[in-house]
């Protein structure tokens, strides 16, 4: 193969936690983080949590000279906290909001107001199309017992759904963010099995950072150690995720993570590390046909169709499992309105004994009267404002499930196309390529 085209892509990722008045140094880190953009120069930054606007603006106007293109992603309550600076100019943006994104009564968690979502951008690299995408999925508050499990996996469902279908015509695919998930948790394995994306970290050729690639680690102040309870060192869950094309090859030459502190400062970036990869692009002119390499490759091929079956049916499981706890949820919220309004029943029919018998006294004071009259009423709204919200969930998880349903059903179809395919382990390592379109049975 006879390589026409080589460039070089710095892609830099970062969680700025830039949550005011609730972060730490908040003003002071956006300082230095401006600062180092501007030394280090990459090609392509992401960030997640600029919950601020003001925060995005001072960027912009700080990396003006050498970040010239961006974009801010607006979504949810206190928007999606998405931006993208570029020095290759931006053609194209869209946001896709997940449908799913926790509770809006458990507001000491926040993500819910946050609106998480997908951000892509369409750049011009040379002469290659590019689909850069910056994410931020739903937190893992506890993984001992994670009732946000089910939110995380159908965000990970939707955003493979997103990448797959919005990157047919890309001829490189670079995806950047804080998954809240670790390498081997189930949405990671069904995000890079389905749409063929290579992790960084595993791929580079050369490595520079925190053991084991985490970023978020217990030497850095901001953390908690409590939150990684029991991973004593920390955990790895911003990733930079990468695939290339038939009209593109895509490597990581070197990889590296910040490690806590930052040298002539007294406090780091943000609570996680800041990751970049050097991606190197090889446009080439197609050697081989799609069918020549799927023929000389069915076992391989067959064994990936296979693992992604499982993939799904344990995300389905999980989502089902999502199912029944919404459900419960409304049957409660239910339940609890009817007491309710049986309660403001009754304290009517109380009421309206005066005016029944002539000259009869109220038998409640007033103000307990309207007291509880007011809880009725309160009562009644919270568990109607609850059931509209958990039959919205419903039919997301409901959605979710179905769709998964019908990818099995295709990947099986399709897995009955290898007459040679080889027995699988759903234990092996998650395949490092598949094509974008492994939902497709007439393939």
Same mark, same amino acid.
């Given at each position: 193969m006879?390589?026409?085209?080589?460039v070089? =892509? *710095?892609?830099?990722?970062?969680?700025?936690w830039?949550?005011?008045?609730l972060?730490?140094?908040?003003?002071?880190?956006? /300082?230095?983080?401006?600062?180092?953009?501007?030394?280090e $120069?990459?090609?392509?930054?992401l960030?997640?949590?600029v919950?601020?606007?003001?925060?995005?603006?001072?960027l912009?106007?700080?990396?003006?000279c050498?970040?010239?293109?961006?974009?801010?992603?607006?979504s949810? =309550?206190?928007?999606?906290?998405?931006?993208?600076?570029?020095?290759?100019?931006? !053609?194209?943006?869209?946001?896709?909001?997940?449908?799913?994104?926790g509770?809006?009564y458990?507001?000491?968690h926040?993500?819910?107001?946050?609106?998480?979502?997908?951000?892509?951008?369409?750049?011009?690299?040379g002469?290659?199309t590019?689909?850069?995408y910056?994410?931020?999925?739903?937190?893992?508050?506890?993984?001992?017992k994670d009732?946000?499990?089910?939110?995380?996996?159908?965000?990970a469902?939707?955003?493979?759904q997103f990448? *797959?279908?919005? &990157?047919?015509?890309?001829?490189?695919?670079?995806?950047? @963010?804080d998954?809240?998930m670790?390498?081997?948790?189930?949405?990671?394995?069904?995000?890079?099995?389905?749409?063929g994306?290579r992790?960084?970290?595993?791929? #580079?050729?050369?490595?520079?950072?925190? $053991?084991?690639?985490?970023?978020?680690?217990?030497?850095?102040?901001?953390? #908690?150690?409590?939150?990684?309870?029991? %991973? $004593?060192?920390?955990?790895?869950i911003?990733?930079?995720l990468?695939?290339?094309? #038939?009209?593109?090859?895509?490597?990581?030459d %070197?990889m590296?993570?910040s490690? @806590?502190?930052?040298?002539?400062?007294?406090?780091p970036?943000?609570?996680?590390?800041?990751?970049?990869?050097k991606?190197?692009?090889?446009?080439?002119?197609?050697?081989e046909?799609?069918?020549?390499?799927?023929?000389?490759?069915?076992?391989?091929?067959?064994?990936?169709v /296979?693992?992604?079956?499982?993939i799904?049916?344990?995300? *389905?499981?999980?989502v089902?499992?999502g199912?029944?706890?919404? $459900?419960?949820?409304?049957?409660t919220?239910?339940r609890?309105g009817?007491?309710g309004?049986?309660?403001?029943?009754?304290?009517?029919?109380?009421?309206?004994?005066?005016?029944?018998?002539?000259?009869?006294?109220?038998p409640?004071?007033?103000?307990?009267?309207y007291?509880?009259?007011?809880?009725?009423?309160?009562?009644?709204?919270?568990?109607?404002?609850?059931?509209?919200?958990?039959?919205?969930?419903?039919? #997301?998880?409901?959605?979710?499930?179905?769709?998964?349903?019908? /990818?099995?059903?295709?990947?099986q179809?399709?897995? *009955?196309?290898?007459?040679? /395919?080889?027995? !699988? &382990?759903?234990?092996?390592?998650?395949?490092?390529?598949?094509?974008?379109?492994?939902f497709?049975?007439?393939?």
């Amino acid at each position: 193969m006879a390589h026409s085209d080589s460039v070089s =892509v *710095r892609v830099f990722s970062l969680n700025c936690w830039g949550i005011h008045y609730l972060s730490k140094q908040c003003a002071q880190r956006y /300082a230095m983080i401006g600062e180092m953009l501007c030394k280090e $120069e990459h090609d392509i930054v992401l960030l997640q949590e600029v919950w601020s606007e003001k925060d995005y603006l001072f960027l912009k106007q700080k990396l003006a000279c050498c970040h010239p293109h961006s974009h801010y992603f607006k979504s949810g =309550v206190i928007g999606s906290g998405l931006a993208i600076f570029s020095k290759h100019r931006i !053609h194209d943006t869209f946001l896709y909001r997940y449908s799913l994104n926790g509770y809006p009564y458990m507001a000491h968690h926040g993500d819910w107001f946050g609106g998480k979502a997908v951000g892509m951008a369409i750049l011009s690299i040379g002469s290659l199309t590019a689909n850069v995408y910056v994410t931020h999925l739903h937190a893992e508050y506890c993984r001992d017992k994670d009732s946000y499990l089910p939110h995380r996996v159908v965000q990970a469902w939707e955003l493979q759904q997103f990448v *797959r279908h919005t &990157s047919a015509a890309a001829d490189v695919v670079i995806l950047g @963010g804080d998954l809240n998930m670790h390498p081997q948790d189930l949405g990671n394995r069904l995000l890079k099995a389905s749409t063929g994306l290579r992790d960084s970290y595993l791929e #580079s050729a050369k490595f520079d950072g925190c $053991e084991d690639g985490i970023t978020l680690i217990a030497d850095n102040p901001f953390i #908690s150690k409590k939150t990684l309870i029991p %991973f $004593e060192k920390g955990i790895r869950i911003d990733y930079i995720l990468f695939k290339g094309s #038939s009209k593109a090859d895509i490597y990581c030459d %070197f990889m590296s993570t910040s490690k @806590g502190s930052v040298p002539d400062h007294p406090f780091p970036y943000s609570d996680h590390e800041t990751l970049t990869a050097k991606l190197r692009l090889e446009a080439h002119a197609p050697a081989e046909t799609e069918s020549d390499r799927t023929s000389k490759n069915q076992d391989s091929a067959a064994g990936k169709v /296979a693992e992604l079956v499982d993939i799904v049916t344990e995300a *389905r499981t999980e989502v089902k499992v999502g199912l029944h706890c919404a $459900e419960r949820m409304r049957y409660t919220a239910t339940r609890t309105g009817v007491m309710g309004l049986a309660l403001l029943v009754l304290e009517l029919a109380i009421a309206a004994v005066p005016w029944l018998a002539l000259g009869a006294e109220q038998p409640f004071p007033r103000t307990s009267f309207y007291m509880l009259a007011a809880l009725c009423f309160a009562i009644l709204l919270t568990t109607s404002l609850l059931y509209i919200f958990y039959t919205m969930e419903l039919k #997301s998880l409901q959605g979710a499930e179905d769709q998964m349903r019908l /990818a099995v059903g295709s990947l099986q179809e399709k897995l *009955r196309g290898f007459p040679l /395919a080889q027995p !699988h &382990s759903t234990q092996r390592k998650p395949p490092e390529g598949l094509e974008p379109s492994a939902f497709d049975p007439e393939e």
